[in-house]
């Protein structure tokens, strides 16, 4: 594994598929974007490559970091993979679904009774916000909140389960869970640990290459950035998977290089580094 940001060969390239995090990658933990990442997105986008966020956020916390990053065209990947939107600002919104993995939330919330009674339970509202069991008193759970009683919410279709504050679980509990065809995904904001539960198969990878088939993207003109175990699938589906410096060592290992942490501002070189003409 390099030690350094990736290097790019000179010339004259096809397009690239960047798929880039944004909490920890994009974004420090106070939201904040340096001016060279923002530079350094636009001038990829014109030169026609695909710059993609692909976040654990869900699309109604979203749309403001593309609004930010001046990105209105293309696709991001939100919920860990569970949606995709497409961008566009003819439509209403600027935007539509184009893709969302849907799933019964009643296993979910029962294996959640069972094993872990003391969770906060939040249900995916697409675009919106959240169903919730209780108040999260978080402002990283983004969007709308209604608070539902859990017999309701076995009733509904979600994107994915939010669960607060959870440290990772019980092997018992992910066992269980994936016997349900589901699968646990731990990820940590701002020293806030959460956990999603979604389709097995369902990740920032799948929504990836979802789209580098609908793009026509060769496999080898891949690129990822991240720093949190939700982004481990990403970096290893990546030709080029690059781990931010402050990143854990299950992250690191999964990446093909590393480059600063977020709080030297990691992500501005790799990009840059990108940056070549589109044939």
Excluded at 166 to 177: K, M
Excluded at 245 to 272: F, K, Q, Y
Aim: aromatic share 6%; hydrophobic share 45%; charged share 20%.
């Amino acid at each position: 594994m390099r030690d350094q940001p990736v290097d790019n060969e000179p010339g004259c390239e096809g397009r690239l598929l960047i798929g880039l995090d944004i909490d920890g990658t994009i974004m420090t933990y106070d939201e904040f974007v340096s001016s060279e990442v923002k530079s350094a997105i636009g001038a990829l986008r014109e030169r026609g490559h695909h710059v993609v966020l692909s976040t654990g956020r869900p699309l109604v916390a979203t749309l403001p970091v593309l609004a930010e990053l001046g990105i209105d065209t293309g696709y991001a990947v939100c919920s860990n993979g569970s949606v995709t939107a497409r961008l566009d600002p003819t439509l209403p919104g600027g935007f539509e679904v184009d893709h969302a993995v849907m799933f019964p939330a009643e296993p979910a919330v029962a294996a959640l009774g069972k094993f872990i009674p003391e969770s906060l339970i939040a249900l995916e509202q697409i675009g919106i916000g959240y169903y919730i069991s209780e108040e999260f008193h978080s402002r990283k759970l983004h969007g709308a909140h209604t608070i539902t009683a859990l017999p309701q919410m076995r009733q509904m279709e979600t994107a994915r389960v939010v669960v607060a504050r959870a440290q990772h679980a019980s092997r018992e509990f992910s066992d269980y869970v994936a016997q349900l065809g589901l699968r646990d995904t731990y990820y940590t904001v701002a020293d806030e640990h959460w956990m999603d539960l979604a389709p097995q198969g369902i990740t920032k990878a799948y929504g990836m290459e979802r789209l580098r088939a609908l793009l026509e993207v060769a496999p080898e003109r891949t690129v990822a950035v991240g720093d949190s175990e939700n982004d481990i699938e990403m970096l290893e589906w990546a030709h080029l998977g690059v781990a931010m410096g402050h990143a854990e060592a299950s992250v690191i290992a999964a990446a093909d290089s590393i480059t600063l942490p977020i709080i030297d501002d990691g992500l501005a070189p790799v990009l840059e580094a990108l940056l070549v003409p589109v044939c």
